[in-house]
């Protein structure tokens, strides 16, 4: 069973960067396809930019350019570098695991997510 805690999110202004984190416990971390997603009040969770176990990367549209995703197996960490934030990018932002080869860009086939953190962006 794996654990992922998300840690980072706040409130900033349009422009600026930040950056979330998600550290997992609980399996080996380099077997897991990782991915963010995130949820917007009265929205469907969706996909944000995803990493395979050989750290290729996949991303939106609406962020590719912008947000960078990148893992630290040593720190069983995966980040999402989010820069030049616009409001529409306010969100529970989502880390998610699945036990795969592969970039993983869908919902239902990761099997672990976190709790969230929020991410607000003022105009």
């Known amino acids: 069973q794996v654990q992922l805690v998300e840690s980072g999110g706040g409130l900033v202004q349009a422009g600026d960067s930040l950056r979330v984190s998600c550290v997992a416990s609980g399996g080996t971390f380099a077997w897991y396809a990782m991915g963010w997603f995130r949820q917007a009040p009265g929205k469907e969770r969706e996909f944000v930019a995803a990493?395979?176990?050989?750290?290729?990367?996949h991303y939106a549209d609406a962020v590719k350019g912008r947000f960078t995703i990148s893992r630290d197996n040593a720190k069983n960490t995966v980040y999402l570098q989010m820069n030049s934030l616009k409001p529409e990018d306010t969100a529970v932002y989502y880390c998610a695991a699945d036990h795969t080869t592969g970039v993983v860009t869908t919902t239902n086939e990761y099997d672990y997510w976190g709790q969230g953190t929020q991410v607000t962006v003022s105009s």
């Open positions: 990493i395979s176990r050989s750290h290729n990367t």
